[in-house]
């Protein structure tokens, strides 16, 4: 009887710890969680710099300037598959207040110019294309306006509220909105009191499957450099934003790198970087183009570090990828399918080690090797130090990278962990790190071992692991 009421009693405890952790911690909503899967999309700066090899417009320039002689957005999604990206982003509308669309809100307009007689729309064809190419959409949306003559009163708000409107509803279903903190018009510039509360409403109620960029999101957060890099080992997708604001009045920059262990809100890091030196297309850059093992580093840098990257390509004069961003990009889309091609633990056979907890609901509950982010272990965490999942390879390989993937839909729990590889008897460190989140990739010198193990230094709350792959890249 004593060991029937015990066991109930025991099971009451670990029921309501399982439901404790559900919601106690910040978690990604259904639109984070698809964006955290997006991981690496191309950004598009196209529109009159391309055409004045300037980077940020006056806003005066005339329309007819914009005057693409060959634009093909099927290229540049065709190259977006094949570099391994997911989605693509375009500059809706940078500073310069120029719209690729022939907007309503606006006089400064693809309408406006020569190119197509004026029936031109780079949104549209973009569009198609990446739905043509099984890629998601998202569009940037400068607050900023060098042009609007209603830039500096509050109508302007009516009038950004009105043109995101349009955009929401014109393309179909968006996965990202970006709103660019920057403002360039100085001390004594116009001021622009901007609504944004209003614009997140629209945002929501018009496409509430697309994740908000900005300082302080509300979706998800700039990584607070634009070398695309997260600079440490520790990168939590929570973020205190109280008292903050977007653009000059941000968060530290190594605070939106790093995130806050107890941020109140899930709001992940998005790494920004150009291909090039500059965001826009400038021809004398074609010998500056970041190679595929630059291109290699900044992934490792972002996606491998739990955050999302989003990397720059900007069309030439033509409407086209140029050769040499495309060869680069190509290239490095090889080197990523070759290189998580094999995971070498997938239907290897896992080795017990005291340490895994049974508890969690069946449904969700699956192996790390799985191949599966939707499902995870527990573990149990009483005991510090402990190796947490370890595999037999059953006869000696070679690697020199391995994968980890944390449940975020729990929220993120990991502080640090190792990764320890056996030698004869004897077990020996082979990386170390901090946080995991959506992901962590670390590479080291390729050892040749038969026996791996993970081992949870510290953690916030119960650790949910939902993969461990390992390969030799
Ligand atoms: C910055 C802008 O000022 C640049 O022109 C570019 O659009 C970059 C992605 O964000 O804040």
Redesign the pocket.
């Known amino acids: 009887m004593r060991t029937l009421l015990t066991g109930i009693l025991f099971f009451i405890f670990l029921t309501s710890q399982v439901l404790a952790q559900k919601t106690s911690l910040p978690h990604p909503t259904a639109a984070q969680l698809a964006w955290h899967d997006t991981e690496f999309y191309l ?1 598009f ?1 196209f529109g009159p710099n391309t055409f004045t090899n300037l ?2 417009g006056h806003g005066t320039e005339i329309e007819d300037l914009f005057n693409p002689t060959a634009l093909d957005c099927d290229q540049w999604c065709r190259i977006a598959k094949q570099a391994g990206a997911k989605g693509v982003i375009i ?1 809706a509308k ?2 310069d207040g120029f719209c690729l669309w022939p907007s309503k809100y606006s006089k400064h307009t693809v309408r406006e110019s020569k190119w197509r007689n004026g029936e031109g729309d780079v949104l549209r064809e973009l569009a198609e294309a990446a739905r043509r190419n099984g890629l998601k959409l998202g569009f ?1 949306l400068s607050p900023w306006d060098r042009n609007h003559p209603q830039y500096g009163t509050p109508e302007y708000n009516e009038v950004y509220a009105n043109t995101l409107t349009e955009l929401l509803t014109s393309y179909g279903e968006l996965f990202e909105i970006w709103w ?3 403002n360039g018009e100085g001390p004594n510039g116009k001021r622009q009191v901007y609504d944004f509360h209003r614009f997140e409403k629209i945002a929501a109620q018009l496409q509430p499957n697309a994740v908000i960029f900005s300082d302080i999101g509300p979706g998800c957060r700039w990584a607070g450099n ?1 070398a695309g890099l997260i600079l440490t080992e520790t990168n939590w997708c929570t973020l205190d934003t109280v008292g903050f604001q977007r653009g000059a009045g941000g968060p530290p920059q190594d605070t939106l790198n790093q995130g806050n262990i107890n941020g109140a809100n899930w709001m992940p890091a998005e790494c ?1 970087v150009s291909i090039r030196p500059g ?1 826009f297309y400038h021809q004398e850059e074609d010998e500056k183009v970041k190679n595929p093992d630059q291109l290699w580093d900044l992934y490792l840098n972002s996606v491998g570090k739990g955050a999302n990257l989003i990397l ?1 390509i900007p069309p030439d004069q033509r409407g086209r990828i140029n050769a040499r961003d495309s060869v680069s990009l190509v290239s490095f889309g090889q080197k990523l399918r070759d290189g998580f091609d094999m995971n070498l633990l997938k239907g290897k056979k896992r080795e017990s080690t005291g340490a895994r907890c049974v508890f969690a609901p069946k449904r969700f509950v699956g192996e790390v090797n799985d191949g599966d982010r939707s499902t995870y272990e527990r573990v149990r965490f009483d005991r510090v130090g402990e190796a947490v999942v370890q595999f037999d390879l059953r006869r000696k390989k070679h690697f020199n990278t391995i994968v980890l993937r944390e449940y975020i839909a729990d929220g993120q729990r990991i502080q640090s962990f190792k990764v320890e590889a056996k030698y004869g008897q004897k077990w020996k460190e082979i990386a170390q790190s901090k946080t995991i989140g959506a992901r962590k990739i670390i590479q080291f010198p390729t050892i040749k071992s038969r026996r791996i193990r993970v081992i949870v230094l510290e953690a916030k709350d119960m650790p949910l692991l939902s993969e461990v792959e390992l390969y030799k890249i």
């Open positions: 950004f700066h980077e940020w500059t940078h500073h940037y660019d903190g920057a634009e920004d965001w720059n």
